[in-house]
Nanobody, 130 residues
Framework: QVQLVESGGGLVQPGGSLRLSCEASGFPFEHYSVGWFRQAPGKEHEAVSCISSSDASTYYADSVKGRVTISRDNAKNTVYLQMNSLKPEDTAVYYC???????????????????????WGPGTQVTVSS
């Protein structure tokens, strides 16, 4: 079955850390660049990070730069998002996604929208609150 499944979300206090995982199945994951996105109630959909398939180059939104690290383990078909120094404004549902073609790079992936293109996971809730 072709799918992405996120995990690792939860409730954390400000300043805490979480590691999100995105596990892929049913397609040649190692050839695809992968993006992480988030959606909070009343806020714009935001591309948080992306990692390429070819050279593992990365992209980070300014809002998370310096606090978030994206990585991948192709042997496990998994991409990780390590989030540190979490803030209440990081509260959102986090999604991972791959583009419709393995040729599409992070430059384009970060413009993707759910229900418009690509394969998306169901999301994992991250809540940062004391």
């Amino acid at each position: 079955q072709v799918q992405l499944v996120e995990s690792g979300g939860g409730l954390v206090q400000p300043g805490g850390s979480l590691r999100l995982s995105c596990e892929a199945s049913g397609f040649p994951f190692e050839h695809y660049s992968v993006g992480w996105f988030r959606q909070a109630p009343g806020k714009e959909h935001e591309a948080v990070s992306c990692i390429s398939s070819s050279d593992a180059s990365t992209y980070y939104a300014d809002s998370v730069k310096g606090r978030v690290t994206i990585s991948r383990d192709n042997a496990k078909n998994t991409v990780y998002l390590q989030m540190n120094s979490l803030k209440p404004e990081d509260t959102a549902v986090y999604y991972c996604a791959v583009p419709p073609s393995w040729t599409i790079s992070c430059h384009t992936i970060v413009t993707m929208r759910r229900h418009e293109s690509g394969l998306w996971g169901p999301g994992t809730q991250v809540t940062v609150s004391s």
